[in-house]
């Protein structure tokens, strides 16, 4: 059947005739043996049958037992013998052996199933001995059964003569506690129990033997089945101890191994300082890294490096943990590195801008000066042809005239003579080459990216591979200095 079903039909029959509390403990057997009253939220069959029909725990017990007493091999139907006795007489006769139960008929009353059980000898305990009794003033009052044979104190065996609780084996001398689960309430809390085929309270037989007396000592803190519903406060605790322990061992061991672990490598700085976005003009401090980033748990990745953000501080998975102030230290490194490459830079374009305004200005210079140089040959060359009474006078032909040959006129026919003239206006016309440079321009750069180079080292840290910067850098002064060496073998100025 459904538990569903299950639970409808015990409602029904508490609802309808009296003689249907045997079906009440049937159902209820049920629900308990398969454990179905957890789909409520119920921890037990006695929350189960309370919180949902008000039956209380000797109710619920009593319905149960009886359906297991008088039913055929423990099932739905009644022993036909039992079948209509009624509730009253069913109730009185657990109390009666299986010899006496035989003497019980129909037409016995309660009264005198009260009787038969009142002619059972006196009871005795579970080894059937009589209770100890000692005689009046005397100084041995430990309680127990045959003479002091067995005492209350150590004995986990049922019996219907006990007169003390066993004791919890836990208990210190001056301070004795009774053990929770010798109560018959108890017990039948473990029958209803999931593990209570395997529970040494109900089955002596699994428990250690005492190495005094060979009796059984049952014990909760020796039962392996920790998620017993039934199991006791003393082993819950050493249970709830032994996980904390766990616990911090394991937490011991993390905290050994995230030490051994080491610290974060300048590359994952800088790739953590990326993933925090930190900007050129933030006032780095551990508190601010904190607000901003350590109220959660949380992680992400950024240049191939993975962090993992604590309110303690961040970490890598193959770095430990450094605090926020740690933190905020090695960031602030990372920045003033930053603002350092920045104001190089911008050092760089100046002085290469003031660079090139010097060698424009020098250029410029240099154009003047051949400009000036030409204008002077022209005017030279018009002097020239000016005098020729001059006896050391040069031809049109630019040869040297002899002291007794005369000089040919100069006539506008003759194209030589408009050669000479057109020829220095010719050469002061033309442009010089904007592209041409000497040596000491050489010189200056080569100076100049030697000086950046330097600069740019410095910068960087010496474990790192120089970044293309530096490369360009080295590529141009190596360049320049060929350069150099090359305008020193061929002698030349320009």
């Not at 008088?70 to 006795?85: L, P, T």
């Not at 150590?154 to 009774?178: D, H, K, M, V, W």
């Not at 007794?404 to 020829?423: S, Y």
Request: hydrophobic residues 30%; charged residues 35%; proline residues 5%.
């Amino acid at each position: 059947m459904e538990y569903q079903d299950l639970k409808s039909g015990i409602r029904n029959h508490l609802n309808d005739a009296a003689e249907d509390f045997f079906m009440v403990g049937y159902f209820l057997r049920q629900i308990s043996e398969n454990t179905l009253f957890t789909e409520d939220g119920y921890k037990n069959i006695w929350e189960f049958a309370k919180g949902e029909y008000g039956l209380s725990t000797s109710s619920a017990s009593r319905f149960m037992a009886i359906n297991a007493r008088f039913s055929i091999d423990g099932g739905e139907h009644m022993a036909e013998k039992y079948i209509g006795m009624g509730v009253s007489k069913l109730q009185e006769m657990l109390g009666l052996p299986d010899e006496e139960l035989e003497k019980v008929t129909q037409e016995t009353t309660v009264r005198e199933i009260r009787a038969l059980k009142k002619k059972q000898e006196e009871p005795k305990s579970f080894f059937g001995l009589p209770k100890t009794v000692y005689p009046e003033g005397s100084l041995l009052s430990t309680k127990g059964c045959g003479d002091g044979k067995y005492t209350c104190f150590s004995c986990a065996r049922p019996c219907g003569i006990r007169q003390e609780e066993r004791y919890c084996r836990t208990a210190p001398l001056g301070n004795p506690f009774s053990c929770t689960q010798m109560s018959e309430e108890k017990r039948l809390d473990i029958e209803a129990g999931l593990f209570s085929e395997k529970c040494q309270h109900l089955h002596p037989e699994l428990a250690p033997i005492r190495e005094g007396d060979k009796e059984p000592d049952p014990c909760c803190l020796n039962c392996e089945h920790k998620t017993c519903f039934s199991r006791c406060d003393v082993a819950k605790k050493k249970d709830e101890d032994e996980r904390k322990k766990e616990q911090a061992e394991l937490q011991k061991r993390q905290k050994e191994a995230e030490g051994k672990k080491p610290d974060m490598t300048e590359k994952e700085i800088e790739s953590l300082y990326g993933w925090l976005g930190i900007k050129p003009g933030d006032k780095i401090t551990g508190a601010w890294l904190k607000e901003q980033h350590g109220r959660s748990y949380h992680g992400g990745g950024y240049g191939g490096d993975y962090f993992n953000c604590t309110p303690r501080g961040v970490k890598t998975d193959r770095s430990k943990e450094m605090t926020w102030a740690e933190v905020a230290k090695a960031l602030k490194e990372i920045q003033e590195k930053k603002k350092g490459l920045a104001d190089l830079a911008e050092r760089n374009a100046a002085s290469q801008k003031s660079l090139r305004e010097a060698l424009k200005e020098k250029e410029q210079k240099r154009k003047e000066e051949k400009a000036a140089a030409r204008k002077a040959a022209r005017e030279a060359a018009r002097q020239t042809t000016a005098e020729p009474e001059n006896p050391d006078i040069i031809d049109a032909d630019f040869r040297e005239v002899e002291d007794n040959e005369e000089p040919k006129p100069i006539t506008a026919q003759e194209p030589e003579q408009k050669t000479i003239t057109q020829e220095p206006e010719a050469e002061a016309e033309a442009e010089p080459d904007p592209e041409e440079y000497g040596r000491l321009d050489v010189a200056l750069l080569l100076d100049k990216y030697r000086r950046d180079l330097k600069a740019y080292r410095e910068a960087f840290s010496k474990e790192d591979c120089p970044p293309p910067i530096i490369q360009k850098q080295r590529i141009i002064a190596d360049a320049l200095a060929l350069l150099l060496e090359q305008l020193d073998r061929g002698g030349a100025e320009d």
